[in-house]
């Protein structure tokens, strides 16, 4: 029943640009803290944005993609957003849509409630 759909993913040049979306259905999405996890070929899952689920949208992100990501949220539509700038060879992975209750399940333990089923992003010449 519950389901988080990434889009927006594929290929692009580095300094290049790309924005995800992701749609929810199954929860009640504004009650939620909404991130973004990647994970790349062989390597663990690493923790890159999430935004609060209260009203002043609070944002937290890996520093590695600080200043050149942006993640956002539209509680009407039910959807969150990445968007990636400034890309680099090192941003290559899948990247997962995931929610939570507690945002620090996101951002710290990588251990979200629900998680969707990914989308590709590869930056390379």
């Known amino acids: 029943q519950v389901q988080l759909v990434e889009s927006g993913g594929g290929l692009v040049q580095p300094g290049g640009s790309l924005r995800l979306s992701c749609a929810a259905s199954?929860?009640?999405?504004?009650?939620?803290?909404m991130g973004w996890i990647r994970q790349a070929p062989g390597k663990e899952r690493e923790f890159v944005a999430v935004?609060?689920?209260?009203?002043?949208?609070?944002?937290l992100y890996a520093e590695s993609v600080k200043g050149r990501f942006t993640i956002s949220r539209d509680n009407s539509e039910n959807t969150v957003f990445l968007q990636m700038n400034s890309l680099k060879p090192e941003d290559t992975a899948v990247y997962y849509c995931?929610?939570?209750?507690?945002?620090?399940?996101?951002?710290?333990?990588?251990?979200?409630?629900?998680w969707g089923q990914g989308t590709q992003v590869t930056v390379a010449s």
């Open positions: 995931t929610a939570d209750l507690v945002l620090h399940n996101i951002a710290e333990p990588l251990t979200p409630r629900y």
């Open positions: 199954g929860f009640t999405f504004s009650s939620y803290a």
């Open positions: 935004v609060s689920r209260n009203s002043g949208y609070s944002q």
